[in-house]
């Protein structure tokens, strides 16, 4: 009985020591797989212009391609030297080497090794001088790398040009200066003289503050903050005439219960240089209030973001009752029943002041939001932080509301920098059910397998203008030519199913893709009669007939209109607006728009945007619910991330060859890609920016022109002086050194730059000549006649509204390319 007893002791020890054992060994084996994500490591690099910081650059893990590193321009003085700083963030500085590169990275110029850092308080700073001369008004690459001990090397990228005339010192002290007493009400006072107020604009909205709001406004009216991050200039256009200056700083504020908001605030300043002082031409200013679940962010119908943009991306799940959101770069999720919020990721530490973990060159992309609360996303741009820190790339996560971690699919490296990953995701970045990726990356339409972590590229060489997507971009469509008849064919292909279903043409008929509204596509088909090529270059399509069709095949809708065909088709502020023209017999004039509602389908999420107003704040952003929601605090959790037990990165080799391309630049960041130089042209003359070509030349720039010009004929090519207008012809006369550029459309202002650079036009008048415009001075062009050999004047109004308007602003120019590489 006792040996029993003993035994039976022994045996219910073993079993309770198994149990803990096994439990241990369970929540070991669980926090080993689980961590928050690493702190970021990697210095941070600057370069020193009249002992101001400025342009500051953050290491990558691998060579970029240099083509698509433009976050800066540098501008080089004439005795070539040059001053860097880093701030090695605790990291031992073994050695310096700096490269010289032609834009596109293929020719290096010039490298060396620095070896003369010096230590200045908490940075490290290295001068030097460049031994080998640029070429003026042209961009290079200039790349450092940065060698740790014991760690792998890490690169910095900037541009370089070389500009006569600049005022850099200027423009720096004007910014900083702007900023920081913005800050201060007393000390702001002569920052009036700088905006003109617009009474129109009553209302304060700190995320679209301008140069025509007040100076309550541009003070930060009741707000008070108070900096709390400093902002370090970068340069992002300089040119003789004017300077354009983009700058990222945090503040903070209190609430009435005296508790701290946080905001993340990015400023862009236009300027020029005259008569000795700064003039601001334009100004804009965003502030981003980072979202904190632990003040008092409830309402009686959901949950205040603060001073956010109204067009904030979020989504909720089929009930409408759980909801992610992304802000200031961070993804939330909050779920009304339970009253909970959870900062799934985010590459910030609260209360940590540290400008890596602010880096904005990344954003998040919500797929979907499942019932259960669990959220599939993908994470764009650079890592700051983490087992990716220093990479650009595209990553897919799926967080998991149970065990409440952020598990890693796949992450996809890319040596292209945040701009153009950015208009490549927001083209198409589609998770699937069947856990593949569908995605548009450098003009090629991949499906990236998440599970065998494998690609396979299903278009390459892709139209964008050919090449749609639905809203919730499960479902695509795009046109090509199948077939021995070349004939015009749509293919629609749904996302989670794989399924794919071709709409073909009537006849000689030509398909043309126009977009979705909602999950519905919208096409048009024209008769080969009624496309035409304008003389522009620009391919119009007449659209007799545009149809919606769903996913099934069925037409649900059909436009058409006797005399009037259909040019295009413009989604915005959910309404699709139809572009309709009339043939005047020689081309298509603009006329009256179709417009059709977006009207949101049955079923749809039933959060809603909200704005409301306060005396403090101005304009802020609420997300209401159907049900009213619970105004109280709320728990607040932070999500873990789960540690990969296998490799999740794939690398992505994209073989398509280099096309002509002109990219717009305008507010700082790239704005668009054009394959026509007088488009790009067009659109930069609209947004304030300046346009390169795929060699990084410089196309067009506002307002930077010379006051007067007058070209010598002798370095004028002969087939320009013969002004011939047929863009095939003048591209052949003037060879491979050269590239046409039909600035057709373009005003007479913006053409006037070619000639600034001493590119003549060659452009037609209102009586049907053919002249050469070769000068201007501040009131005439001067205009070579072809026929006699002379030249003579024009007045600058006569030849816009008489000579070259109604002739259509038809105009051909022309730059030489940058010599062949090797």
Not at 281 to 295: V, W
Not at 727 to 734: P, Y
Request: aromatic share 10%; proline share 2%; net charge negative.
């Amino acid at each position: 009985m006792k040996k029993s007893l003993i035994k039976g002791l022994v045996l219910g020890m073993v079993f309770v020591f198994s149990i803990i054992l096994f439990s241990n060994m369970m929540n070991k084996d669980l926090t080993q797989n689980t961590a928050e994500l690493e702190k970021p490591t990697f210095p941070v690099m600057y370069m020193e212009i009249s002992d101001m910081l400025v342009n500051p650059m953050y290491g990558y893990q691998k060579e970029m391609q240099a083509l698509y590193m433009r976050e800066s321009v540098t501008p080089l003085s004439t005795t070539r030297d040059l001053t860097a700083v880093i701030n090695p963030f605790g990291n031992k500085i073994e050695a310096v080497v700096y490269e010289v590169l032609t834009a596109d990275g293929s020719t290096r110029i010039e490298n060396g090794k620095l070896s003369n850092i010096k230590n200045s308080g908490d940075y490290q700073k290295v001068s030097f001088r460049l031994e080998t001369p640029i070429l003026m008004n042209q961009e290079y690459t200039l790349r450092f790398t940065i060698n740790c001990v014991g760690e792998e090397p890490l690169y910095y990228y900037t541009r370089l040009v070389q500009r006569a005339g600049l005022n850099t010192s200027q423009y720096l002290e004007f910014v900083n200066n702007f900023y920081e007493k913005s800050l201060n009400r007393e000390a702001a006072q002569e920052l009036t003289t700088y905006i003109g107020p617009d009474e129109n604009v009553p209302v304060t909205n700190f995320t679209q503050i301008n140069v025509h709001s007040n100076f309550e406004q541009i003070t930060w009216g009741s707000l008070r903050p108070t900096l709390k991050r400093k902002g370090i200039p970068l340069i992002t256009e300089i040119n003789e005439t004017t300077c354009s200056i983009r700058i990222n700083y945090g503040i903070t504020a209190e609430d009435g219960d005296k508790q701290t908001e946080h905001f993340d605030v990015t400023e862009f300043y236009r300027m020029r240089y005259s008569q000795a002082r700064v003039m601001l031409i334009d100004f804009e200013r965003s502030a981003q209030q980072i979202f904190d679940g632990e003040l008092p962010v409830l309402t009686s119908q959901g949950i205040n973001l603060g001073v956010v943009d109204k067009d904030i991306q979020y989504l909720a799940n089929q009930n409408a009752d759980i909801i992610a959101f992304v802000q200031a770069g961070e993804l939330w999720s909050y779920n009304r029943s339970a009253n909970k919020a959870t900062r799934i990721f985010s590459f910030r530490e609260k209360d940590i002041v540290d400008e890596r973990l602010d880096n904005n060159d990344h954003d998040i992309k919500i797929i979907r939001v499942e019932e259960s609360g669990d959220v599939d996303f993908v994470l764009y741009g650079y890592n700051a932080r983490g087992a990716h820190e220093g990479q650009m790339g595209i990553g897919v996560y799926h967080y998991s509301v149970s065990r409440n971690t952020v598990e890693e699919l796949i992450f996809i490296q890319a040596s292209q920098g945040y701009d153009f990953i950015n208009e490549d995701v927001n083209a198409l970045s589609y998770v699937s059910r069947n856990d593949k990726l569908y995605m548009l990356l450098d003009n090629n339409f991949y499906a990236v397998d998440l599970l065998e972590r494998t690609y396979e590229v299903l278009l390459t060489e892709v139209n964008q203008d050919n090449f749609v997507a639905s809203r919730s971009q499960s479902s695509v469509a795009w046109m090509d030519t199948k077939g021995e008849a070349n004939q015009p064919i749509i293919t629609m292909m749904d996302l989670d199913t794989t399924e794919t279903r071709e709409i073909k043409a009537e006849g000689e008929e030509t398909l043309k893709v126009l977009g979705y509204i909602n999950e519905d596509l919208i096409y048009g088909s024209a008769r080969p009669a009624d496309i035409v090529v304008d003389r522009s270059g620009n391919t119009i399509f007449g659209m007799a007939v545009v149809k919606i069709q769903n996913a099934d095949g069925e037409i649900l809708k059909e436009y058409h209109e006797d005399g009037k065909w259909f040019t295009g088709a413009e989604l915005k502020d959910g309404l699709v607006e139809l572009k309709r023209a009339v043939w005047n017999g020689t081309a298509y004039v603009a006329t009256d728009s179709e417009n059709i509602i977006n009207n949101p389908q049955a079923g749809e999420e039933t959060v809603n945007i909200h704005l409301s107003t306060n005396e403090r704040k101005g304009v802020q952003v609420a997300l209401d619910f159907s049900k009213s929601a619970r105004n109280k605090s709320m728990l607040v959790l932070e999500s873990k991330h789960e540690v990969p037990m296998t490799d999740q990165v794939i690398a992505i080799t994209n073989n398509n060859e280099a096309r002509p391309v002109y990219y717009v630049y305008a507010g700082g960041r790239l704005d668009s890609i054009q394959t026509r130089a007088n488009n790009a042209i067009i659109r930069a003359e609209e947004k304030f920016g300046v346009v390169l070509n795929a060699e990084q030349q410089y196309i067009w720039e506002r307002g930077n022109r010379q006051e007067r010009e007058n070209i010598n004929l002798a370095d004028i090519p002969e087939i320009v002086l013969a002004g011939t207008l047929d863009e095939s012809a003048l591209q052949e006369g003037l060879g491979s050194d050269y590239t046409v550029l039909n600035m057709t459309n373009c005003s007479l202002e913006s053409v006037l730059y070619q000639v600034s650079q001493k590119r003549a036009v060659v452009a037609l008048t209102a009586t049907g000549e053919h002249v050469v415009i070769v000068g201007y001075d501040r009131f005439n062009t001067i205009l070579y006649d072809i026929a006699t050999g002379e030249t003579y004047y024009s007045g600058l109004n006569d030849s816009t509204e008489l000579v070259f308007g109604p002739a259509g602003n038809v105009f051909m120019s022309y730059i030489r390319n940058l010599p062949t590489k090797d």
